[in-house]
């Protein structure tokens, strides 16, 4: 697994100013939010200003996601309306319950890729509550288009009745349940963000934890939380290893014009070559 998933950073769909500052931001995945940052009276106008942004997707170093609303909230349909389009890398799904939660966004966005002749888009299914987190393997397997399980921490706490604190002890079984259903699957896990923007030492101790379970990465609210985040989640030497093969192999593959190879068995593509290369980049050594 190569892909570099350290950091990803929520920024507030409405935000005009803070979707334009994002463009210089180094977290490997940008994820606008239509949700919980977004008050319900700026659905709309959140939808539009990250239609426009994805226009101009270039601009942008990071992966680009969007968050949507939950299931439950009967707005992903319009949701997916208006921001499935050329430019978006994947869609964050909160408060996933179950499979079928995930099978009824996969038609509608089956139907709009057709339409607009667009190549399947990710899903990423965030893991919030007491029903997510016992089905958390089945959705991580539900779909080759989930690419990753997060784990929201403060809405399964209010499930559970639990009152928040930095140790959240009452989410310590599904902290450490998520990754162990996302690696079965053969998925990623982004562990819970940090609350307190004053407590660097904290997020550091806690990214170090969360490593330490099995999570590729961190999801993080405030750009200052990226330097310590991506200093934790570095990648492993055989990440670095792999991506050096990649490149080399896929080098190779162009020069006898082929737009794919095999590695060890495993086929890879112009997207493998392009996040190796971000990888190493991100080492210094490309």
Same mark, same amino acid.
């Given at each position: 697994?190569?892909?570099?998933?350290?950091?990803?950073?929520?920024?507030?769909?409405?935000?005009?100013?803070?979707l334009e500052k994002a463009k210089t931001l180094s977290a490997d995945v940008i994820c606008f939010d239509l949700e919980d940052s977004v008050p319900l009276e700026e659905k709309k106008s959140a939808r539009n200003?990250? #239609?426009? $942004? +994805?226009?101009?997707r270039a601009d942008y170093q990071a992966e680009i996601y969007v968050r949507t609303n939950s299931p439950v909230s009967g707005l992903i349909a319009e949701d997916l309306v208006a921001i499935v389009q050329k430019g978006i890398n994947g869609i964050v799904v909160p408060k996933v319950?179950?499979?079928?939660?995930?099978?009824?966004?996969?038609k509608i966005l089956v139907n709009l890729e057709r339409k607009r002749k667009l190549k399947p888009i990710e899903l990423m299914a965030s893991i919030e509550s007491t029903e997510g987190v016992v089905n958390a393997y089945s959705i991580a397997s539900s779909s080759k288009r989930v690419s990753a399980l997060i784990f929201g921490v403060f809405d399964l706490l209010n499930d559970l009745g639990i009152e928040y604190t930095k140790q959240a002890e009452g989410a310590k079984y599904a902290r450490a349940k998520?990754?162990?259903?996302?690696?079965?699957?053969? #998925?990623? $896990? +982004?562990?819970?963000?940090?609350?307190?923007?004053?407590?660097?030492?904290?997020?550091?101790q806690d990214c170090t934890m969360a490593k330490d379970l099995g999570y590729a990465g961190k999801t993080i609210i405030h750009p200052n939380q990226i330097q310590a985040t991506h200093r934790v989640f570095y990648p492993t030497n055989s990440e670095i290893m792999w991506a050096k093969k990649v490149i080399d192999a896929y080098v190779l593959a162009k020069e006898k014009k082929k737009g794919a190879t095999k590695v060890e068995g495993k086929m890879i593509d112009e997207v493998h070559f392009k996040r190796a290369q971000t990888?190493?980049?991100?080492?210094?050594?490309?």
């Open positions: 697994m190569a892909r570099l998933l350290r950091s990803l950073l929520f920024v507030p769909g409405n935000n005009q100013r803070f200003i990250i #239609k426009g $942004a +994805l226009q101009k319950n179950n499979i079928s939660e995930i099978k009824k966004i996969e998520i990754p162990i259903d996302a690696r079965a699957a053969g #998925k990623y $896990a +982004l562990d819970a963000i940090w609350q307190d923007l004053n407590d660097e030492a904290g997020l550091e990888l190493l980049q991100s080492i210094g050594s490309a």
